[in-house]
């Protein structure tokens, strides 16, 4: 078995098109996750050099040092609870201790490779991820304000209200008027 971690797989689709592209090179998938693929086939029968082209075609990447590694992994557990978390409620969550507890590492070592890797700070991509996904709920116009505030754990309407002028430059009632309205894909939000 061998483990191969994939940045920028970000979504269900990511998912379905890595698993596509590697059964098409005869790989046997034993399991796949967001930024993760575990194959079942002796390690000199893989040929990196052909998972990496694949991959790269497709906008992934292969994924090979440590410290990519986990600026990888603090991105896709960041993603996963803001973006396809069921629950739908980030009101309880605690980013520092949720990044600390599920990659066994202090936060503050997370935070200062995150941000000396990645230009910025952890919580500056947390809140560009909730502002996407406060754009696509607005879009979807199936809950108020209030209930997208609080299912995504702002203290407030006001605090979402000012968070998403802020990196936005509009309104959450501005944006939601408009008629072409921009969302950024997930694997690009990181400034």
């Not at 739908?88 to 599920?102: A, K, M, Q, T, V």
């Amino acid at each position: 078995m061998k483990t191969i971690l994939i940045k920028n797989m970000v979504c269900n689709r990511c998912i379905k098109v890595v698993r596509e592209e590697f059964e098409k090179l005869g790989l046997n998938i034993k399991n796949i996750i967001l930024g993760e693929v575990v194959i079942d086939i002796p390690d000199e029968r893989i040929d990196m050099t052909k998972i990496k082209s694949v991959l790269e075609e497709n906008g992934f990447e292969l994924l090979d040092d440590r410290q990519t590694k986990l600026i990888e992994k603090i991105k896709i557990l960041i993603i996963e609870l803001i973006h396809h978390n069921k629950e739908r409620d980030l009101s309880g969550i605690n980013f520092s201790e949720y990044l600390s507890n599920n990659i066994n590492l202090s936060y503050q070592y997370l935070s200062t490779l995150f941000s000396s890797t990645e230009g910025i700070t952890i919580e500056k991509f947390i809140i560009n991820q909730k502002i996407e996904k406060v754009k696509e709920m607005l879009i979807y116009d199936e809950l108020t304000l209030s209930e997208i505030s609080y299912q995504l754990g702002y203290s407030s309407v006001q605090h979402l209200s000012s968070q998403f002028k802020k990196i936005t430059g509009l309104s959450p009632t501005e944006f939601k008027h408009l008629k072409n309205k921009s969302r950024i894909p997930i694997d690009k939000l990181n400034r």
